[in-house]
């Protein structure tokens, strides 16, 4: 299944509380403070992972809930709290990360292992070892975000359903996307690597495009997203019997590429008849 957005509740370990704790021996009257601080929470990070199968979302589905640990409190001797473990969430690279609430976008990883903090940890209270009073941890940063998955591929394949798209992707590439001779076959996107003997790019197959794509219609604007990061696109035309109606479909795609924007009309393109 091609799970393409998510949302997620993140919550960072709060911060351990300082303790307050005075040390006394029969040589040391009245006691002097020897309260350790609080460890401090742990991080919740987004982490790009190219170990991820299926470039998909689909995890996500499964588990919408990710916490960090609390540190842990200090302790006489001056001995400070351990620190809480981070959470690590691991997702494929294209994975644009918003705030839910504002709808902002807070970061889009791209690169191999590149990470975000994308809620900190609570800082760990002060112990009276500096002669004052202990202080309690502050809390770890909580909020919610949205994923959305944006392919990364060299280049995308377009065209009307039902246009043949499925087949070029299956014979230059390692993909083995359903194929059948009726429209819509294809309903999500397929993602193939294409090696010759002096290189090898991806190749991504969106579902066929229609006249409304750009303002949803048939999905076409969650499948046109996928090409956004592409050098170069394929625009398949079947040119059947009538050469009229394929020049019609070329037309209808270019202006649904130009109306979405995103520059996706001023991408170099080939055109495969």
């Given amino acids: 299944m091609f799970i393409d957005t998510a949302k997620v509740n993140v919550k960072a370990g709060n911060g351990g509380n300082g303790v307050n704790c005075f040390y006394t021996d029969k040589l040391t009257r009245p006691g002097h403070p020897d309260g350790g601080d609080g460890g401090k929470g742990g991080d919740v990070i987004i982490r790009v992972s190219h170990e991820l199968s299926g470039h998909t979302l689909i995890d996500f589905q499964y588990r919408q809930h990710f916490k960090a640990h609390d540190g842990k409190h200090g302790s006489g001797k001056k001995k400070k709290g351990a620190d809480g473990d981070d959470s690590v969430i691991l997702v494929p690279p294209g994975t644009l990360i918003f705030d839910n609430d504002t709808n902002m976008l807070v970061a889009d990883l791209v690169k191999n292992s590149e990470e975000i903090v994308i809620a900190a940890g609570g800082e760990g209270g002060k112990g009276n070892r500096s002669h004052k009073d202990a202080t309690q941890g502050s809390l770890g940063e909580e909020r919610k975000i949205r994923l959305e998955l944006k392919l990364i591929a060299d280049v995308g394949i377009i065209g009307f359903p039902n246009a043949g798209k499925s087949t070029l992707i299956s014979k230059i590439s390692n993909a083995h996307p359903k194929i059948a001779a009726y429209p ?90």
Wanted: no cysteine.
């Fill in 184 to 273: 819509f076959t294809t309903k999500n996107p397929v993602l193939g690597v294409v090696r010759t003997d002096d290189l090898e790019f991806t190749a991504v197959e969106v579902p066929g495009l229609m006249e409304g794509a750009h303002r949803g219609i048939g999905l076409g604007d969650l499948f046109l997203r996928h090409i956004e990061r592409t050098r170069l696109l394929v625009h398949l035309v079947d040119i059947g019997e009538n050469t009229k109606d394929a020049s019609d479909d070329y037309k209808n795609i270019n202006e649904e590429l130009r109306l979405y924007g995103k520059g996706l009309a001023r991408k170099p393109r080939i055109v495969a008849a």
